[in-house]
């Protein structure tokens, strides 16, 4: 169990390197001379201030040793300085994130819980009428882009009647404390949770359906029929289990899309998390900020991809804690 | 060929899935001829109402554009940047692919964990950045696109020619000397097509959505009309006006469902015996 956690471990270090090291590149593709473009950032650009950021971030220096300076300071948590925002994208990375793990993570249970109730109904009422409902819901959600997801809750939810908040993580000079703050933010939460969790929903419940009937027909499913074990038992320990397996390992290789959907939901209900923050560098074309996310989005991916590991060892009977 | 136009159109999602498509195709190609009102032309008053005069059907946006003229334009950027993209990730995932499978080995070692790298990136994220810093235009959206969506092309295509390469006729070829080349290009690749296509199929869909999700974030080319902009233009006014951001998102939903249903129908076609046994 230890020796593969940290094999994986390792692994995800190196992957980082990597992405580190495209990073590096990536914002040496940006057009312009990095210090004329940090200088315009910062609002000035006279020849003095700018030969003073080349020798500030090294990048008088030739290549190498410049790819040097950013994975070291990478490795300190140093990512840059925000010249539009005037902090360390670090700090501005931080004070983000919870907003961005809350909103992601409440997302990834709904769909999962969702997905695999109602594809294991559809599994089970295969070729009813309520199987084709499931089906097709799956497949007009699967269809929807995110953003318009969001903005048709936004007319349904916060237009037409008016039931939850459009926007904003908290209501704004409300001062709430205690359960009444918790209240005020879950309100908030739920139609970006809901909206990014949807898609993800749709992908879990045709998974969950496929996977159920293939495992169905295998034979130890007969044999617990045989056994005459109640059918009941028969659903949720033998054929739900095994099924599972392939839902977790679509989780794992989602983790990408989810953190990419969350700044499609945070741009479109003001949420303030890493997501909406991607989006302010976007449109201020501050690319120092805008790798910082990048790579801080690309760490969550490692991190959620060795934890999908470690449940689909938990989950798959078949599999040994063996590196 | 005759055999799998029969089994796709006997599956209800295929030939479903057709019929959108074919429409789509016939309004991104003859749309804006028999439709001339430029999408980006003042044509009536601002916040024209849906369903009020017959020359502007779908009502005007904040700027009193069309917002009919813009979905029919619309429909040629999204299939096309839809189509370009998979073909362009085809052409880089293939060969990795096959290579990997063909060779095996410390080749296939690389070439995997190469793949596995791209996979492990957010894409979108990866998307947004490389639009961001090659400027928008046509070709950087298309280009990001096929970056992030090549990964499992390659991984697909590695599996078939896993299991092909050792089948006799494969082994016969080499016997006969056969080149490298010769080989996995006339006697694996084409077994190996079916689970392509259908893959392809869904990619279109993916990078459709994908296409339209960088435009409503502002980063669609200045210069063509495309759904995701709209619903990006029209967000802003969404209490006033909600046709502008409803109308083009259906445009999307349908496209990709066809696309989707498409893939579907394809894989009851393509492959018989897994779509029997999943029923």
Sequence with gaps: MLSFVAQRVVKGVIVLLAIVVLNFFLIRLAPGDPAVVMAGEAGASDQVFVQQLREKFGLDKPLPEQLFIYVKGIATLDLGFSFRQQAPVSKLILERLPATLLLTLTAFAISLALGVLFGTFAARFAGTFLDTAITIFALIFYAMPIFWVALMGILLFSVAVDWLPSFGYETVGANLTGLAHLIDVAKHLIMPAMTLGLFFMATYTRMTRASMLEVKRLDFVKTARAKGLPDAVIQRRHVLRNALLPVVTLAGVHAGTLIGGAVITETVFAWPGIGRLMYDALLQRDYNLLLGVFVTCSVMVLIFNLITDLVYRLVDPRIEFAA | ?279
Excluded: C
Aim: glycine share 8%; aromatic share 8%; net charge positive.
């Design chain 2, 1 to 279: 060929m005759k055999q799998f136009w029969k089994s796709m159109l006997k599956s209800p999602s295929g030939v479903i899935g057709l019929v959108i498509l074919l429409l789509a195709i016939s309004v991104a190609v003859f749309g804006p001829l028999l439709f001339p009102n430029s999408p980006w032309r003042m044509v009536q008053r601002p916040f024209l109402p849906p369903f009020m005069l017959s020359t502007v059907p779908l009502g005007t946006d904040a700027l009193g554009r069309d917002v009919f003229a813009g979905m029919i334009f619309g429909a040629r950027v999204s299939l096309l940047v839809g189509l370009v993209s998979t073909l362009v990730a085809l052409v880089v995932g293939v060969p990795i692919g096959a290579m990997a499978g063909y060779f095996g080995g410390k080749v296939d070692d690389a070439l995997m964990r190469f793949t596995e790298f791209f996979q492990t990136i957010p894409s979108f994220a990866l998307a947004i950045v490389l639009v961001a810093i090659l400027q928008p235009s046509i070709y950087s959206i298309v280009a990001s696109i096929a970056v992030v969506s090549w990964p499992p092309v390659a991984r697909l295509v590695r599996g078939e020619v896993l299991s092909l390469r050792t089948r006799e006729y494969v082994q016969a070829a080499v016997v006969t000397g056969q080149s490298n080349t010769w080989i996995i290009l006339r006697e694996i690749l084409p077994n190996a097509l079916s689970p392509v296509i259908v893959l392809a199929s869904l990619m279109v869909a993916t990078a459709i959505l994908l296409e339209s999700s960088l435009s409503f974030l502002g980063l669609g080319d200045p210069n063509l009309i495309s759904w995701g902009y709209m619903v990006g233009a029209g967000r802003t006014v969404i209490r006033q006006a909600w046709w502008i951001t409803v109308f083009p998102g259906v445009a999307i939903l349908i496209s990709v469902l066809g696309l989707n249903l498409i893939g579907e129908g394809l894989n009851d076609a393509l492959n018989p015996r897994l779509s029997r046994e999943g029923r």
